[in-house]
């Protein structure tokens, strides 16, 4: 005789609320640090994630610290949704530069379920007018400088970091 059980990873929209609550904390200190964003253009960023999130259409989202165009900083949050394994961690860490002609590029990927009736449905709930986006997020001139995890049940954001 044998027996098979199944476990499936469950979360809600709540845990999406409070994983990236702790996104939009990290957001609102790099663009404080950094001076490149407004405060209010961080948590408009982290309203879009939230709204993506919860629909399930929200794959990752990468962070850029540019000064002339040349990579300084990174981080990139990989959504997990069987994430329970995971420890959660605080918001934060170490303070992004403030450097002159710098900038902040933000660049999100969706996961297969985002279609075009999906992209019509969330439009309207959207603050950002997101484009296609074709550049290179590898972040390949710069080093792997740890990460954090944000997690709520079995909802989780991997986040890595990058620095010159």
């Known amino acids: 005789m044998s027996q098979t ?83 959660s961690s605080r918001p934060g860490g170490v303070l992004w530069p403030r450097l002159s002609g710098a900038t902040l590029r933000i660049i999100i990927s969706y996961t297969a379920a985002y279609t075009e009736e999906a992209r019509q449905k969330t439009s309207g709930k959207l603050k950002i007018g997101w484009t296609t986006s074709y550049d290179d997020t590898s972040h390949s001139s710069l080093s792997s400088s740890g990460g954090r995890n944000y997690v709520s049940n079995a909802y989780g954001m991997q986040r890595k970091d990058w620095a010159a």
């Open 5 to 87: 059980r199944t476990a499936s990873a469950t979360y809600t929209t709540t845990d999406v609320e409070n994983v990236v609550r702790r996104v939009k904390a990290d957001l609102v200190m790099i663009a404080d640090s950094t001076g490149a964003w407004t405060a209010q253009q961080a948590a408009d960023y982290a309203h879009d994630i939230e709204v993506l999130a919860k629909a399930g259409y929200l794959a990752w989202v990468d962070l850029t610290l540019l000064q002339y165009g040349i990579e300084k900083k990174a981080v990139r949050f990989n959504v997990d949704t069987d994430a329970g394994g995971l420890t």
